[in-house]
T-cell receptor
Framework: AQSVAQPEDQVNVAEGNPLTVKCTYSVSGNPYLFWYVQYPNRGLQFLLK??????LVKGSYGFEAEFNKSQTSFHLKKPSALVSDSALYFC????????????FGTGTRLTVIP | KAGVTQTPRYLIKTRGQQVTLSCSPI?????VSWYQQTPGQGLQFLFEYFSETQRNKGNFPGRFSGRQFSNSRSEMNVSTLELGDSALYLC???????????FGPGTRLTVT
């Protein structure tokens, strides 16, 4: 069975500072990892994915994530936060090749303070 | 390209009724997945359809069902609605094998 943990419900960061949103996962087999962002009253938007290859994955809007197999983590990062980055962020995992049955974390609300 | 569209956007139903939600995927996408989002349970996978066949199913009761048409459009149906079915229902489409899913804006269902 697969699961995802996002240990922080809320992350606050000052505009211009680096941000990190944490995610750890549990899955049997090779993990397929994703980050999505949700703005108020809207669906989820895809940010980035890790399937295989380089552990550092770059995605949309300047975000990146680092896959760490030994720590079973996939933290989302951005070097310089913008106020417009304020949103709800979800980490998700699938353990099946090509499968679209994602298991999502509980979400982390990111607030960037001007 | 037009994004994923879902209709209706908002729906109010009474306990015991049934409801049908519709999803039109991005052109060329053959996989459609459905998710339920609630404050208490978060985002949960309902089922996935590919080429008119259910390929994966989440842990939901049989009151939740779906189907996919030859043009990849999908519908999900919930029968005998319960108060706990109140949620945002999200549809997502993808090109098979591409992994990333593109989500629609959702249908907010309120059961009274």
């Amino acid at each position: 069975a697969q699961s995802v943990a996002q240990p922080e419900d809320q992350v606050n960061v000052a505009e211009g500072n680096p941000l990190t949103v944490k995610c750890t996962y549990s899955v049997s087999g090779n993990p397929y990892l994703f980050w999505y962002v949700q703005y108020p009253n809207r669906g989820l938007q895809f940010l980035l994915k890790y399937i295989t290859g380089d552990n550092l994955v770059k995605g949309s809007y300047g975000f990146e994530a680092e896959f760490n197999k030994s720590q079973t983590s996939f933290h989302l990062k951005k070097p310089s936060a913008l106020v417009s980055d304020s949103a709800l962020y979800f980490c998700a995992v699938s353990a099946q090749t090509g499968a679209n049955n994602l298991f999502f974390g509980t979400g982390t609300r990111l607030t960037v303070i001007p | 390209k037009a994004g994923v569209t879902q209709t209706p956007r908002y729906l109010i139903k009474t306990r015991g009724q049934q409801v049908t939600l519709s999803c039109s995927p991005i052109s060329g996408h053959r996989s459609v997945s459905w998710y339920q989002q609630t404050p208490g349970q978060g985002l949960q996978f309902l089922f996935e359809y590919f080429s008119e066949t259910q390929r994966n199913k989440g842990n939901f009761p049989g009151r939740f069902s779906g189907r996919q048409f030859s043009n990849s459009r999908s519908e999900m149906n919930v029968s005998t609605l319960e108060l706990g079915d109140s949620a945002l229902y999200l549809c997502a489409s993808s090109i098979d094998g591409a992994y990333e899913q593109y989500f629609g804006p959702g249908t907010r269902l309120t059961v009274t």
